[in-house]
């Protein structure tokens, strides 16, 4: 069964913690924030209410984005679900590919979109986060072909200085 691309958006993941050795490097902007933390927080949270998904969240972390062209330092959440999501569960996810959440606008300039998966980046007065979603999305010549259900989702959120 292939999830359609709005529940897909909508996944995310949790875990671990960086320790105190973990440092940004040279130019990374902005330290985490606790706005772009209760995001991350409230991600973490629809993925393990489903009860299928392996979910880890990093706290504070640096990573390259494609909104910006310095490295970011925020938290990260990291989903996957090896064996799909029941759909009826899905639907509470905090993305959602048709829309973006109330208060919050798609960066459509940095958006892609795929087959097999899609990255979005969305903020709000503060706060920015890019969504990267993976999934099986088939073959179009094979109709044989039975796409895995697995999907896997990153959220990183990062301070943006505005709000």
Not at 10 to 23: D, K, Q, S, W
Not at 89 to 106: C, I, L
Request: hydrophobic share 40%; aromatic share 8%; net charge negative.
């Amino acid at each position: 069964m292939r999830l359609p691309i709005s529940l897909v958006i909508t996944l995310v993941a949790v875990g671990c913690r960086a320790g105190p050795a973990a440092r940004p490097p040279a130019g990374a902007a902005h330290v985490p924030s606790a706005a772009a933390a209760s995001v991350c927080d409230t991600v973490a949270l629809g993925w393990r209410a489903t009860g299928r998904a392996e979910v880890r969240q990093t706290a504070d972390t640096t990573t390259d984005v494609m909104s910006d062209s310095a490295a970011q330092r925020g938290c990260a959440v990291y989903a996957s679900a090896p064996l799909g999501l029941d759909t009826t569960k899905a639907t509470a996810f905090f993305w959602n590919s048709e829309a973006a959440p109330a208060g919050w606008t798609d960066l459509t300039r940095v958006d892609a979109d795929g087959p097999d998966g899609f990255s979005r980046t969305y903020e709000r007065p503060g706060v920015r986060c890019q969504i990267d979603y993976s999934q099986d999305g088939g073959d179009d010549s094979d109709s044989t072909y039975v796409p895995s259900p697995a999907i896997s989702e990153a959220t990183f959120c990062w301070a943006t200085g505005a709000g």
